[in-house]
């Protein structure tokens, strides 16, 4: 599996964007999708991940209420639908594929390249 995220920029507080992960492979609807975030200086954490048919979702507490996490195998895509953007939201943004059909907070394997966010205050 490959993927590849795009849709990052830089974008007021406030504002809204939303990124696409692009994946490859026969098998890309067989597995949980998650998008996490490494901001300079601190650990990687978990953002949101996403069940194989979608059906079932989860959020860190941070961007409750705020991200969207969706996909479409049919495209080989998944999305993250990121509104009211604070400051701390600026991060490099990464999805991965998780070696499950449910969705969860570890136990990926396959990892994109980032895109970058930034949001000015």
């Known amino acids: 599996v490959q993927l590849q995220a795009c849709g990052g920029g830089l974008v007021q507080a406030g504002g809204s964007l939303r990124l696409s992960c692009a994946g490859s492979g026969p098998t890309f609807s067989n597995f949980a999708k998650g998008w996490f975030r490494q901001a300079p200086g601190k650990e990687r954490e978990f953002v949101a991940s996403i069940s194989r048919y979608g059906g079932t979702t989860s959020y860190a507490d941070s961007v409750k209420g705020r991200f969207t996490i969706s996909r479409d195998n049919a495209k080989n895509t998944v999305y993250l639908q990121m509104n009211s953007l604070k400051p701390e939201d600026t991060a490099v943004y990464y999805c991965?594929?998780?070696?499950?059909?449910?969705?969860?907070?570890?136990?990926?394997?396959?990892w994109g390249l980032g895109t970058q966010v930034t949001v000015s205050s």
């Open positions: 991965a594929s998780r070696h499950s059909a449910a969705p969860g907070t570890s136990g990926y394997d396959y």
